[in-house]
């Protein structure tokens, strides 16, 4: 299942959903929002947006490359857009396959894929203002991703 | 509607001061549209050599043809997860 939503991720479901009996490892990752804090100014949180629909289409591509390269027998990814507080789930990855291995290495190559081709952004909100990560341009004067 | 659609997204979005316009231009390649985009938004220009783009939802160099009622997305450099 691959998906875009607006609104908390339910990891547990995606995890329910990806059991199996052909299947003895599933790998879960969950990308979080991390409260950075810089001379006493912090990240309040993150704001995402996608291009859609080619934001999907390129989630449902990595899909496809993934069960190209490993045998894995279910693959869901769910990223969220819009506001996500602390510690919320920005994306999720489960991955199901017969073995450890390649559960694992499919789950890292989704998330390394998705910073390198789906058309997703975010911005972080800072105490003092924002900066979208990537492009250095913000409201905020020390704009440095650390 | 005549014309391309352009969309902008994150960084560039906010730097243009616009989620979408319409260039009013016929047969032509990204990269000569960039020029006039630039030139509408000129706080863009810093940041040419950091985006791509897509032509109708698919990734596009700058020899890409785009015709009226293409849609062209400015992509700044992809930050999900």
Same mark, same amino acid.
């Given at each position: 299942?691959?998906?875009?939503?607006?609104? @908390?991720?339910?990891?547990?479901?995606?995890?329910?959903?990806?059991?199996? @009996?052909?299947?003895g490892?599933?790998?879960?990752?969950?990308? /979080? /929002?991390?409260?950075?804090? #810089? #001379?006493?100014?912090?990240?309040?949180?993150?704001e995402y947006e996608a291009y859609r629909p080619m934001a999907d289409r390129k989630l449902e591509e990595i899909g496809a490359e993934i069960e190209r390269r490993w045998d894995v027998r279910e693959v869901s990814i769910v990223h969220r857009i819009g506001r996500v507080d602390p510690v919320e789930a920005s994306v999720?990855?489960?991955v199901a396959s017969p073995r450890r291995g390649p559960a694992f290495e499919a789950s890292r190559y989704a998330i390394e894929r998705i910073k390198q081709v789906v058309p997703i952004w975010k911005r972080e909100v800072w105490s003092d203002g924002y900066f979208w990560i990537g492009s250095q341009v913000g409201t905020r004067e020390r704009a440095n991703p650390t | 509607m005549d014309g391309i659609k352009v969309l902008l997204f994150g960084a560039a979005a906010d730097r243009a001061g616009t989620r979408e316009t319409v260039i009013p231009a016929g047969n032509t390649t990204l990269d000569e549209l960039w020029p006039v985009l630039a030139e509408r938004h000129p706080d863009l220009s @810093?940041?040419?050599? /950091?985006?791509?783009?897509?032509? #109708?939802?698919e990734y596009a160099r700058g020899d890409a043809r785009v015709s009226p009622g293409d849609e062209v997305a400015v992509l700044p450099p992809v930050s999900g997860g």
């Open positions: 299942m691959f998906d875009i939503i607006e609104g @908390p991720i339910d990891v547990a479901a995606l995890i329910s959903a990806a059991q199996r @009996p052909d299947c490892a599933i790998s879960t990752f969950v990308g /979080t /929002t991390r409260v950075d804090e #810089n #001379n006493g100014v912090s990240v309040e949180y993150l999720a990855i489960v | @810093p940041m040419r050599d /950091t985006l791509a783009f897509a032509v #109708n939802g």
